[in-house]
């Protein structure tokens, strides 16, 4: 534009010149003013135009390049640059903050293998070696790293060469995704899919699997052992579920003791276990059976002996199906559940009864005096030699149920509040799901079940009321009463006997069955 303008100002200026020496002028500097000067100033301007051009494309790959390093320095994942020279340039701040590595540390390429794959460096470095040969992205796979602080990381790697630099020549990318949390989440998910999580044993979809895989001819015979823990729902009504999973784990670890590695052993269902033994016979069987029982009499838990009854099928040819061998290990299993359990559930009751009366001296002393004074009531009623000790037995398990009663409840020296209460409340029904799983103890625990019952229908856990409460039940709730009022309380000062009678001939015919306090307040106080 300058150069036209002044090519303008020049042309008029000549034309302005005096007229006789206005062509000669023209003449002599034509040739530099419309030839020489454009020409000169066309270059200057396409000189002025190219610095102008690669000033902003430097200014542009200034931009592109600090664009760049934010970009790698803000990626949430692990990113290092480094080129064929084997010279880190940069890793991000993702890669230093989960590998505890910085650009110091790691300088070259060497230096990163020696210190994050230790005895598999040199593998990796001839790995990397190989992404320089090529163009394309290479997928490294998941490796183990070691961080700075000696831990272990699952990185999945991806390289890529991103061109040439002038001062470092080729170069590449390689990024990281770090998949240690998402590995240990599959793993943990794969084990729980085949694993009991509670006993750490195979579970029922894994044996079920296994049955398939084992059924081949090179494993005949192959047994099926079926074991089911006795006594469990007892100890779960005592002592609670927790202890009841203690004596599961107790088993299970047991049992991964007793066998072979090669042994399947699954926990198919809460207290029920089944074990596959590949090329084991009938006396291996048997033999192994009578080990296992023998270690299971030294198990205890809280006092508790550990106690299995076990059922054993066998599959000698491929026409033998599980289903049948299993049926046939289940049947024989409960079989020997008849014999053994009665012992075990007796054994079982006995120590629930130490316990609780170790847990509470009082009320081992109330349940011994109560049975005392029940028995002398069904004495006067004119029972029977085994009624009689039918009620003895209850006598002194009539608070059986108190076994899960908290302490500080039983020996509370104040006023009990309504939460308390409802603790209080539920031993009848305890002590009554308690003795119905022993064996020959059903009337046993009915009574148990009934003796907080009133005569006039007030009482508890059913609010039945009359000759629906057993009889045995009511006998027991006038010794219990007597027992009780007669003896001092932490809450309060014991009554005399004749206080006591005063208060059960007024409850007579709401609390009390008439009859028999009756028969209490003349044939057993008086007398006896």
């Not at 195979?202 to 823990?229: C, M, S, W």
């Not at 009864?353 to 004074?373: A, C």
């Not at 009539?398 to 939460?419: A, C, F, M, R």
């Amino acid at each position: 534009v300058l150069g036209v303008i002044v090519h303008i100002v020049m042309l008029i200026m000549f034309l302005l010149l005096p007229s006789d020496i206005r062509f000669t002028i023209i003449k002599a500097i034509i040739p530099y003013v419309l030839i020489l000067y454009p020409i000169f100033s066309v270059i200057l301007g396409a000189i002025m135009f190219m610095k102008n051009d690669i000033l902003l494309q430097n200014d542009l790959l200034l931009q592109s390049k600090e664009n760049f390093e934010r970009a790698i320095e803000s990626a949430p994942i692990p990113m290092a640059i480094y080129n064929t020279r084997g010279e880190i340039i940069k890793v991000n701040n993702e890669f230093t903050q989960i590998s505890g590595y910085d650009i110091k540390d790691i300088p070259t390429i060497q230096d990163w293998a020696e210190k994050a794959y230790k005895g598999r460096a040199n593998k990796a470095i001839h790995n990397i070696h190989k992404i320089y040969e090529t163009e394309d992205r290479v997928y490294e796979g998941e490796i183990k790293v070691y961080t700075k602080n000696n831990n272990t990381r699952l990185w999945d790697f991806y390289s890529s060469s991103i061109g040439t630099f002038p001062d470092s020549g080729k170069v590449i990318l390689s990024i990281a995704i770090d998949v240690t949390d998402k590995k240990e989440i599959n793993d943990r998910l794969e084990y729980l899919s085949f694993h009991d999580e509670m006993t750490g044993l195979y579970n029922r979809r894994f044996f079920e699997t296994e049955v398939q895989r084992l059924h081949t001819k090179r494993n005949y015979p192959l047994a099926v052992l079926v074991g089911d823990i006795n006594g469990l729902k007892v100890v779960n009504d005592s002592f609670g579920h927790l202890v009841g999973d203690e004596l599961i784990i107790a088993a299970a670890k047991t049992l991964k003791n007793a066998f072979r590695s090669d042994d399947i052993i699954a926990r198919i269902g809460g207290d029920e276990f089944v074990i596959l033994l590949p090329k084991t016979s009938e006396i291996e069987t048997e033999t192994l059976v009578e080990r296992i029982v023998r270690e299971l009499e030294m198990t205890f838990v809280q006092n508790l002996q550990l106690s299995i009854s076990f059922g054993t099928g066998y599959i000698y040819s491929e026409e033998d199906t599980y289903e049948k061998a299993f049926i046939d290990a289940e049947n024989k299993m409960y079989k020997n559940k008849m014999i053994d359990s009665p012992s075990v559930r007796g054994l079982t009751i006995d120590t629930i009864l130490n316990t609780l009366f170790e847990k509470d001296g009082k009320t081992k002393i109330h349940s011994e005096n109560v049975s005392k004074i029940a028995v002398m009531i069904a004495q006067e009623l004119g029972y029977n030699h085994d009624k009689i000790q039918e009620i003895k037995a209850a006598g002194l398990l009539h608070d059986i149920g108190k076994i899960v009663t908290p302490l500080s409840i039983l020996n509370k020296s104040t006023k009990l509040t309504s939460e308390d209460y409802e603790e209080i409340l539920k031993h009848p029904e305890i002590g009554y799901r308690i003795l119905d799983s022993g064996s020959n103890m059903g009337n046993i625990a009915k009574i148990v079940l009934h003796h907080h019952e009133h005569y006039d229908g007030t009482g508890y856990p059913m609010k039945i009321k009359g000759e629906a409460i057993p009889v045995e039940s009511r006998i027991i709730t006038i010794a219990d009463a007597f027992e009780a009022m007669t003896n001092e309380r932490i809450y309060r000062p014991a009554l005399t006997i004749n206080e006591a009678i005063e208060e059960i001939k007024r409850c007579k015919g709401t609390h009390f069955d008439p009859y028999i306090a009756d028969v209490f307040i003349n044939n057993v106080v008086n007398k006896k």
